[in-house]
C-alpha cells in the first residue's frame, strides 16, 4: 500500500536528498529528526520503498491525480511525500463525498487495491475533478462573490483614514499582516476569509469561555469550501491579556504547531519565521471598541490551526490562533459534510483507529489537504491569503454577500 514516506524502488539518494531539503524549506524546520522522517497523523514516518507488490507506483498515482486535478501541479517523483498524500485523502473524500461511494470508506491517505481501482475506473471514463472546469481567472459564482465582497472591503479599509487600518499603515513592522492598499485578492492565488461574528454574554460558556460560533471560507482553485471554528482567544497565557488578530489580511504559510512539544506536532498554517502578524490585547474576552483600538504588537505565535473535533463547542484552550473545527464542513457545491466517523476528538486518537476508521483532524484535514494538493510547486505558491473581517462587513453588502455567518455556523453544528 502507498502511504507517507513511501517511494518507488530505483529512486535515487539525492531525488530523495532533494525532496527532504524541498520539504524543510517548505515546513520551515531545522535538524534532528526531520531530516529523515515525515510526519503523519500523531507519529513520525520513515522513508521506505514500495515492496513491489502495490497494484499501482507512486509515480503512476501522481501521474493520475495530476490528471483527475487532485494534484495539479505536483511533481512526478515517484515519492509519497505531504503533497502526494493529500492528494490521495483529498480524492477518497471527493469518492466518498462526491460521488457517494461508500465502498471506500473514509480517506486516509492510504493508496491500496481499492483507491487503485476507482483510479483506474476513473482513467477509463476520463473523468476529472469538476473543479478543474475553472482554470486561470474563471471561477463559480459563489468564488466571484467573495471576491467582490473583499475588494469592497479593501476600497472602505484604503479610503477611510479613521479606522485600525490607520495604525497598521504607519507600523513601523507589520510583519505578515498587510497595508491594506497591497491587500491581494488575485483569484488565482489561495485566500482564506475568517469571520469573526457578533459576540455578547449568550455567546459565551463557563464565565466567558470562546465557544466555535465564527466561520471560514477558503477560496481555492475558484470554488469555496466553508469551516467553522473560533477567531479569538479563549485563554491569555500571558498578564498583558488575550490576543485578538487584527482584522485585515495576513499572509500564512505552512509549517507546524505544537513544534515545542514533539508528540503532539502537526502540520498548520503559520506567519512567516521571525515576521508575525498584527494583534491587540484586550483584558476581557469580549473586547470594547476601546479595548480593541489598543496599541498594536508583532506576535510569531497566531497561527491557523486544528480545534479539535468541535463537539463540546468550547475554545478555552486557544492563546489567539485562528482554530478549525473538525466536526463537518460545507464543500463547493454548497453541501454539508459529516467528518465525525473519522474526526478525532483529541491528539492521542490522531492516527488510530475508532470502529475500524482511522481518526484524522476530520473537517481540519480537509482544509489541510486542499492547500497543500492544489497549491502551486515552490514555496511562494503555498502563502495563503487570510483575511479576517466582521460579520458586520457581510451586512454591509447583503446584495452580494454569498453566506451569512451565523446561519452556515448552526448548520454545520446541527449536521
Not at 502511504?3 to 518507488?8: A, E
Not at 527532504?20 to 520551515?28: E, M, P
Not at 489537504?369 to 502551486?376: E, K, T, Y
Request: glycine fraction near 10%; charge should be neutral; include cysteine.
Amino acid at each position: 500500500m502507498i502511504t507517507l514516506g513511501k517511494f518507488d524502488q530505483g529512486i535515487s539518494d539525492s531525488a530523495l536528498s532533494e525532496y527532504k531539503a524541498f520539504v524543510k524549506k517548505l515546513t520551515v524546520v531545522e535538524g534532528g529528526q526531520w531530516e529523515n522522517k515525515l510526519r503523519d497523523e500523531g507519529r513520525w514516518v520513515d522513508f521506505q520503498p514500495l515492496d513491489g507488490s502495490d497494484p499501482m507506483k507512486v509515480s503512476e498515482v501522481q501521474n493520475f491525480l495530476k490528471g483527475a486535478g487532485f494534484f495539479p501541479h505536483g511533481k512526478i517523483d515517484g515519492i509519497c511525500g505531504y503533497r502526494t498524500s493529500s492528494a490521495i485523502r483529498l480524492f477518497q473524500e471527493y469518492l466518498r463525498t462526491v460521488e457517494g461511494n461508500t465502498e471506500i470508506g473514509y480517506p486516509d491517505g492510504i493508496f491500496g487495491n481499492k483507491s487503485a481501482a476507482n483510479a483506474r475506473r476513473w482513467q477509463e471514463e476520463n473523468r476529472k475533478a469538476d473543479w478543474t472546469a475553472f482554470t486561470g481567472d474563471k471561477s463559480s459564482a459563489e468564488h466571484g462573490q467573495w471576491l467582490t465582497l473583499l475588494n469592497k472591503i479593501r476600497e472602505r479599509a484604503v479610503t477611510d483614514a479613521g479606522n485600525h487600518f490607520a495604525r497598521v499603515n504607519s507600523h513601523p513592522k507589520p510583519g505578515d499582516t498587510v497595508k491594506p492598499a497591497d491587500w491581494d485578492f488575485d483569484p488565482r492565488k489561495i485566500h482564506m476569509v475568517g469571520i469573526r461574528r457578533r459576540k455578547g454574554p449568550q455567546d459565551t460558556q463557563d464565565s466567558g469561555v470562546q465557544v466555535l460560533n465564527d466561520l471560514f471560507a477558503l477560496l481555492i482553485n475558484g470554488v469555496v469550501f466553508k469551516f467553522y471554528g473560533s477567531t479569538e482567544p479563549g485563554t491569555k497565557e500571558t498578564t498583558k491579556g488575550y490576543p485578538f488578530l487584527i482584522p485585515g489580511q495576513h499572509l500564512y504559510r505552512f509549517g507546524w504547531h505544537k513544534l515545542g512539544e514533539l508528540k503532539k506536532v502537526y502540520h498548520a498554517l503559520k506567519p512567516g519565521k521571525d515576521r508575525g502578524v498584527l494583534i491587540v490585547r484586550s483584558k476581557k474576552v469580549i473586547p470594547t471598541e476601546e479595548e480593541l483600538a489598543g496599541p498594536l504588537e508583532r506576535n510569531i505565535t497566531i497561527n491557523i490551526h486544528w480545534g479539535g473535533e468541535g463537539i463540546s463547542d468550547k475554545a478555552g484552550w486557544s492563546a489567539g490562533c485562528q482554530v478549525i473545527a473538525g466536526r463537518s464542513y460545507i464543500n463547493h457545491l454548497g453541501q454539508p459534510i459529516n467528518c465525525t466517523k473519522f474526526a478525532a476528538a483529541n491528539y492521542d486518537q490522531l492516527g488510530t483507529k475508532a470502529e475500524g476508521v482511522y481518526q484524522t483532524k476530520g473537517a481540519y484535514s480537509v482544509l489541510e489537504d486542499l492547500v497543500a494538493a492544489l497549491s502551486g510547486a515552490s514555496p511562494d505558491d503555498n502563502i495563503v491569503r487570510y483575511t479576517l473581517i466582521r460579520e458586520e462587513d457581510l451586512a454591509a453588502h447583503p446584495e452580494i454577500a454569498p453566506v451569512q455567518a451565523a446561519d452556515s455556523v448552526t448548520r454545520l453544528k446541527t449536521f
